[in-house]
Antibody, heavy 119, light 107 residues
Framework: EVQLVESGGGLVQPGGSLRLSCAASGFTFSTYDMHWVRQVTGKGLEWVSGISVGGDTYYPGSVKGRFTISRENAKNSLYLQMNSLSAGDTAVYYC?????????????WGRGTLVTVSS | DIQMTQSPSSLSASVGDRVTITCRASQAIRNYLAWYQQIPGKVPKLLIYAASTLQSGVPTRFSGGGSGTDFTLTISSLQPEDVATYYCQKYDSAPYTFGQGTKLEIK
């Protein structure tokens, strides 16, 4: 079955760090660009980061310098290292697959993992 | 950064109605626009990409149009299972911004 499964979410204190993982299965992970998208409960979608097949990374200004996306093709895994977390980072974090090289819309989404930043 | 603005923010319509949602980009993005459907409690689902190309498996009552700065998502005959929030997303270049969403309900 083609799927993405996120893990690593949880409760973290402000200023803390967390590393999310996304396990891919059912497709050739190494040939797909991948992204993270987050959603505050009851709110809209926010793009968080992206990584190309070649390892080029992209971030919006809101997380640049704090978040790092990476991939390990041998393990069919995507990661998001999140540092200096604040309450505004509280959200469900989705792993998403790019549908077409150089056309970064997302054709496959995981179920998400909840990150809560609170003291 | 290019902003994506959807209208309306919420919409109530009857089964069988034709429904149109608009997405406007603050600068031209050619046809690099996707639409997603998020049913309550579910993950987002890709409906349309390249502004007007229907993703495989998506019912043909959904259609997309537009180019440049103005885009539309149309449901030709609203069905009960279409109750959801709909998002547009630009993907011409980073940041890959989403619209704020349009919540669609049945009247």
């Amino acid at each position: 079955e083609v799927q993405l499964v996120e893990s690593g979410g949880g409760l973290v204190q402000p200023g803390g760090s967390l590393r999310l993982s996304c396990a891919a299965s059912g497709f050739t992970f190494s040939t797909y660009d991948m992204h993270w998208v987050r959603q505050v409960t009851g709110k809209g979608l926010e793009w968080v980061s992206g990584i190309s097949v070649g390892g080029d990374t992209y971030y919006p200004g809101s997380v640049k310098g704090r978040f790092t996306i990476s991939r390990e093709n041998a393990k069919n895994s995507l990661y998001l290292q999140m540092n200096s977390l604040s309450a505004g980072d509280t959200a469900v974090y989705y792993c998403a697959r790019v549908g077409n090289p150089w056309n970064w819309y997302f054709d496959l989404w995981g179920r998400g993992t909840l990150v809560t930043v609170s003291s | 950064d290019i902003q994506m603005t959807q209208s309306p923010s919420s919409l109530s319509a009857s089964v069988g109605d034709r429904v149109t949602i608009t997405c406007r980009a603050s600068q031209a993005i050619r046809n690099y626009l996707a639409w997603y459907q998020q049913i309550p409690g579910k993950v987002p689902k890709l409906l349309i990409y390249a502004a007007s190309t229907l993703q495989s498996g998506v019912p043909t009552r959904f259609s997309g149009g537009g180019s440049g700065t103005d885009f539309t998502l149309t449901i030709s005959s609203l069905q009960p299972e279409d109750v959801a929030t709909y998002y547009c997303q630009k993907y011409d270049s980073a940041p890959y911004t989403f619209g704020q969403g349009t919540k669609l309900e049945i009247k």
